[in-house]
Nanobody
């Protein structure tokens, strides 16, 4: 089992930055592909970014490329999402998730989810 807890969300002005963290507990964190998803009010859960088990491969949805950076520290069992140049449309609840599949952009391939952390970007 893997338990995930997000933190680092909050209120930030447009153009600002936030860094989200996802602390994992349980066995073999390093064996999982990790992803970040977000869900805005009235919207479905949207893929944001994923990172391979060793951090060697990352992938981002087009809307965040060049602004967000996903990383992981397996020694600390922690996943990160650095978010720069935030825009109001980035406002959402952000979730971290773990998948056993190496190429997974759909929520249905992720087995474990955190509780989410709210990110609000004001204009």
């Amino acid at each position: 089992q893997v338990q995930l807890v997000e933190s680092g969300g909050g209120l930030v002005q447009a153009g600002g930055s936030l860094k989200l963290s996802c602390a994992a507990s349980g066995h073999t964190f390093s064996s999982y592909t990790m992803g970040w998803f977000r869900q805005a009010p009235g919207k479905g859960r949207e893929f944001v970014a994923r990172i391979s088990w060793n951090g060697g491969s990352t992938y981002y949805t087009d809307s965040v490329k060049g602004r967000f950076a996903i990383s992981r520290d397996n020694a600390k069992n922690t996943l990160y999402l650095q978010m720069n140049s935030l825009q109001p449309e980035d406002t959402a609840v952000y979730y971290c998730a773990a998948a056993q599949s190496p190429y997974s952009d759909s929520p249905r391939f992720y087995s474990y989810w955190g509780q989410g952390t709210q990110v609000t970007v004001s204009s």
